[in-house]
């Protein structure tokens, strides 16, 4: 069967007239990495960033074997599955941790750019402490999210950084000769008592989103053994919880590799990982039907309107499965996005808790 974009889909990711499984970035880097490519042994090629699998499948469909990838969102594995198995590549790769044994003796590695400059740094650190001397990293992205200041990140890893044309509003920087490398070390800080802990492109970094802080303002104490922060991030809600109530125990999740490993590195910072259990998953896929009793949430968004449409209901709605009927989620959003007539209907009666400039804070009690 021949290989074609077009087979590629999202899901379970969103999907939408709009949202692409493969856009022109993909096929940039695939292009500019072509004979590169070419002739690799079996497991020389590692894939980081891959959106929905177009990358590693493309490579797989021209005959890369043993391909290593890793993908920091966990809609974006499951869709990478999902494609390989409908396209009949399952078997020529593995998904991996972001470590040394993703990237050890690595000769090409095709990188999708991360937007935050500190999750490139942190990824170009582990490539140049681990791969081979000669590795090539193709690395690229729209141009939209690009900065030169990513080819200034590279620079500090490698000797040599080459820059592609643009096409298609998307371009690619060639990296060679690795040096100085570097395992990912979390940024840290203390915030109103919390320490944070926070590897780079975790949301709101090693600072405390003021979303989040409204909501640590007015969170009570839940009247349960155990609280699930949803959507956790670098886990400064959980590990808040936990140590203001020295017998709870929290739950924290997060689909995005470096909020678990962010939320761990929090937990422990705060002297609470006994008590906060980190999980990486999509919403509460792993939780069963009316099983918990007290979830904390601050939703993702997303300039994007389609996914800002979609992302928020569908934990509103995971979070209404888990909770047993009279069990509370306690919400904090963006005022402007006016989501309480969305929690009133797909989770139950929503209270008012507080309100400031931007933020709302409310409570919805599960039916
Ligand atoms: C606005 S941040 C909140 C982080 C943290 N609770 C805080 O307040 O600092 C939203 C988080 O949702 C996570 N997220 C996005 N989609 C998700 C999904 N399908 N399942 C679980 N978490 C998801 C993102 O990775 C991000 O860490």
New binding site residues.
Partial sequence: MPFSFDALRRRPDLEGPDLGAVDAADRLILDESDAARADLPQGALVVIGDTHGALTLASAAAGARGIRVHQDEL?GERALAANAADTGLDGTYASLPLDANLVSGARVVLLRLPRSLRALADIAGLIALHADPEVVVVAGGRLKHMTLAMNDVLRDRFDRVDVSHARQKSRVLFARGPHDGAAPTPEAAEVDGIHVRAFGG???GAS??I??RL?LAHLPEPRAAEAI??????G??ASALAVRHPSLRVLA????AV?VASARATAAANGVADRVRVQR???LSKHADDSASFIAL????HAGAALADG?AP??FADAARVLRPGGELWTVWNSALQYRPALERIVGPTRQIARDRKFTVTASTAR
């Fill in positions: 809609l975790a949301f709101a405390i989103d979303g989040t909501l922060d949803l959507a956790c991030g670098t400064v809600v999740c997060d689909q995005s909020a998953d999509d919403v601050n939703p993702p968004f992302l569908r934990m």
